[in-house]
């Protein structure tokens, strides 16, 4: 039935996006769309593109429920057929073909983006370029990368076996933040709205005094361990009334951090931009934004410092450049979120290396020992904070999958 209603739906609409251009250079058409959950820290939800020249391009979408669902009851009937390499074409028939169900925002952008990057693969693949030279080429040859430490357990199962600092005390940040340099890592960030061991009410967002100082005190613990060897950011995950993230950021400003993400919820513009004005610590956000239109109002009103679009959620590769230009005419650069495995790193790398304003991007996976495994190839992505953008056909890289069937999750 929704194979039935998606191919009806794309036939209806418009037609310079269902209709492949004519033309003389190479071509080829989509044979089958699917997907699949590796069990990392995250549901990583991998998306498979198949074509009729055998070639695969590999996406990823952010772990979200539906997605499989959307990608292969909604999109698999509009794209099988299609010719893969007119990836903006297909982009806006996808967007399309949901309109009213999520193309915009949310879940259906979701899965948009895993798709898109598997276009991006396969038609890398069937040109033998890389992704960054069809987007106009390299400004970089590598992109920085960030440690995320997070907080709590998660923080601790990162660092050395044997180590046993209370969860979270500043001492078991500060611990961390050492390993993490001693990993090669020159910016590190952690979670900031984490339990002090006092009972609050975190619903009203308020936070009084002694909440304060224990996060002023994690930070200052953190920063004079690194000293100049790191910088440090630290995520606020959008827990803070307008008030109390003015008094956090007051608290921290002596610290000199290399940015506070997510200080305040992601609806409200006006209230980011004045907290912007009101502070003078550094401000990131755009993880929850979706698409450049989603970027708009953030860029124009200079409302933040730094742009954080995760690609896998927010449209895809091309539309996460489309971001940095239109943030780039502001002078504001981006540090994009990314909690994926390392094909959806690897996708957000090669937009490093193709637009000037791109500062680092985000690792979240130090404790997961595999991580570099699920890629066929025997060294790290990941060496002294830098990642080398593969200059492979496509993304680059190929998944190793006997290590992915290992870590399959089973649907059920």
Not at 179 to 198: I, Y
Not at 352 to 369: I, K, Q
Request: hydrophobic share 35%; with cysteine.
């Amino acid at each position: 039935m929704y194979e039935d209603f998606a191919s009806t739906l794309a036939a209806t609409m418009w037609t310079d996006f269902d209709e492949t251009p004519e033309r003389e250079g190479p071509t080829a058409e989509i044979t089958d769309i699917d997907s699949f959950v590796i069990d990392g820290n995250f549901p990583w939800t991998i998306i498979t593109l198949e074509t009729d020249q055998g070639v695969t391009g590999i996406g990823e979408a952010y772990p979200s429920p539906g997605v499989h669902e959307i990608v292969t009851d909604y999109l698999r009937p509009v794209l099988v057929g299609e010719n893969p390499l007119d990836v903006e074409r297909l982009y806006n028939l996808m967007r399309e073909s949901l309109s009213g169900r999520g193309s915009q925002w949310g879940v259906g952008t979701i899965a948009i983006s895993g798709v898109e990057i598997a276009l991006w693969d396969a038609a890398g693949k069937i040109l033998d370029q890389p992704i960054y030279q069809l987007l106009g080429g390299k400004t970089r040859d590598e992109v920085r990368v960030y440690a995320d430490c997070h907080a709590g357990e998660a923080m601790v199962s990162s660092a050395e076996e044997g180590q046993e600092e209370t969860t979270y005390e500043p001492e078991a940040y500060a611990r961390a933040a050492r390993l993490a340099v001693e990993d090669g890592f020159d910016a590190v960030k952690f979670d900031l709205d984490v339990p002090s061991g006092r009972d609050i009410d975190t619903l009203s967002r308020h936070f009084d005094p002694p909440e304060i100082e224990h996060k002023r005190s994690v930070v200052e613990a953190v920063t004079e361990e690194v000293g100049d060897d790191a910088e440090v950011a630290v995520d606020l995950h959008w827990n803070f009334s307008p008030e109390t993230a003015e008094r956090l950021c007051e608290a921290i400003e002596p610290y000199d951090l290399a940015w506070v993400e997510d200080p305040l919820p992601p609806e409200n513009t006006d209230a980011m931009r004045e907290l912007k004005r009101s502070t003078n610590v550094t401000l990131l956000t755009g993880e929850n934004r979706y698409g450049r239109h989603g970027f708009r109002d953030l860029i124009e009103e200079q409302a933040v410092d730094f742009l954080a679009p995760d690609v896998p959620k927010t449209g895809g590769i091309a539309e996460t450049k489309k971001i940095a230009d239109m943030a780039e005419a502001y002078y504001q650069a981006l540090i994009p979120h990314n909690i994926g495995s390392p094909v959806a790193t690897v996708a957000t790398a090669h937009v490093g290396a193709t637009v000037p304003n791109f500062v680092a991007l985000e690792y979240h996976a130090r404790e997961v020992p595999w991580w570099d495994d699920l890629v066929a190839r025997d060294d790290p992505l990941i060496q002294n904070g830098r990642l080398t953008v593969p200059d492979g056909p496509g993304l680059g890289i190929e998944l190793d999958w006997d290590v992915v069937d290992e870590h399959r999750k089973t649907r059920s």
